[in-house]
């Protein structure tokens, strides 16, 4: 997906600039390996980012348990801000949240280089980019290294089940319970999955995981 790339086409013009400028006599070689670095991660770019992904999962430290709907008092939401209409309908559930009673703060993804005019940071809700972690997955945003090590008693992943960084968090993320859309890749990262028919469909993932956490009535022994 458009801006995920762990080695981005800057980061490659950087490399070979400082290799002519440093290695002028060995450029040519310096050149070829580099192309061939490059071609290396662009082909197996989905197991580096596993790679670094689980190895940041093992220290990894939180509570982990059942958690309903009625129970759950501070909620985290992830969600797709590449979109109007994504931003739009995840701020409308942000909204019911609150009117339930219920503390939210969210971070919202946005995938292209610069946010649409509707991306509006408020208090409870920000956005991150791609720009705001490093090649090897360490985060930029303040923002975003507080929300990953809030204990939620609830965090709620809207994003479709294919945007790696949202899961990335998610996966990282110290909440007591984890939910998203069902995803064969991510099972390790959540406690409740919910399986949705193509093609993905926001509003219904929203319906769907508010209609199964009310069916969570109290929490329940440790699960993990």
């Not at 981005?8 to 440093?22: A, E, G, N, P, Y």
């Not at 949202?166 to 099972?187: H, P």
Request: some cysteine.
């Amino acid at each position: 997906m458009l801006g995920q790339e762990i080695l981005t086409r800057k980061h490659v013009f950087l490399l070979l600039l400082t290799c002519f400028i440093q290695f002028p006599a060995r450029a040519k070689v310096s050149v070829f390996v580099i192309f061939q670095l490059v071609n290396f991660i662009q082909k197996n770019k989905q197991k580096i980012r596993m790679y670094f992904l689980h190895r940041e999962l093992k220290g990894v430290s939180r509570k982990r348990q059942v958690m309903g709907y009625d129970d759950a008092m501070h909620i985290g939401i992830l969600f797709d801000a590449s979109s109007e209409e994504s931003w739009k309908l995840s701020a409308k559930f942000i909204k019911e949240l609150e009117a339930a009673g219920k503390k939210v703060t969210a971070m919202g993804y946005v995938c292209r280089k610069k946010p649409g005019p509707y991306v509006i940071e408020q208090l409870n809700t920000s956005f991150f980019q791609r720009k705001d972690f490093t090649w090897d997955m360490k985060r930029r945003n303040t923002r975003l290294k507080e929300f990953e090590v809030t204990p939620f008693d609830i965090l709620i992943d809207l994003s479709p089940g294919d945007m790696f960084l949202t899961k990335y968090i998610t996966g990282v993320s110290r909440a007591i319970y984890k939910v998203g859309v069902f995803n064969d890749s991510d099972v390790d990262l959540f406690d409740l999955m919910i399986r949705l028919p193509e093609p993905f469909r926001l509003q219904e993932l929203m319906q769907q995981i508010v209609y199964y956490l009310k069916m969570i009535k109290k929490p329940v022994i440790n699960v993990g």
